[in-house]
């Protein structure tokens, strides 16, 4: 019995994920009428943290930092050649491709 009601209701949501409700453009027209400071306040925000981060960047010298690491990482790699998975590669660059197409249409949808 259970799989019975099991399948009707996946039919059920099917058919319901399936219709489109047409609105005519309210939803944009929802959109535009929010409120202009929300993204004043997002700018805001995001502009302080990339100036809070920059500070401490210098404060605790992050170029010394990152280049001590690069020289070790220089060294190390002629020394010992590093065993790194291809696939794993591919795999966080597709991740980061994806974080940025993310970040990008957020950002539009912001925007409008």
């Known amino acids: 019995m259970d ?12 058919e319901a994920a399936e219709q489109k409700i ?10 535009d009428r929010l409120p202009v400071r ?11 943290c990339v100036l809070f981060a920059a500070a401490l960047f210098t404060i605790f010298h992050g170029w010394e930092l990152l280049l001590v690491q690069f020289e070790v990482f220089i060294r190390t790699s002629i020394a010992e050649p590093p065993h790194v998975n ?3 590669v591919v795999f966080t660059l ?11 249409l957020s950002y539009e949808r912001v925007i409008r």
């Not at 799989?3 to 099917?14: H, V």
């Not at 047409?22 to 959109?31: L, S």
């Not at 929300?38 to 302080?48: M, P, Q, S």
């Open 86 to 88: 291809p696939l794993m």
């Open 94 to 104: 597709f991740c980061l491709m994806m974080i940025g197409i993310y970040e990008l």
């Open 38 to 48: 929300v993204k004043r306040y997002t700018r805001i925000w995001t502009i302080f």
């Open 3 to 14: 799989e019975q009601n099991e399948k009707l209701l996946r039919q059920f949501f099917s």
């Open 22 to 31: 047409e609105d005519n453009g309210f939803t944009e027209k929802v959109m």
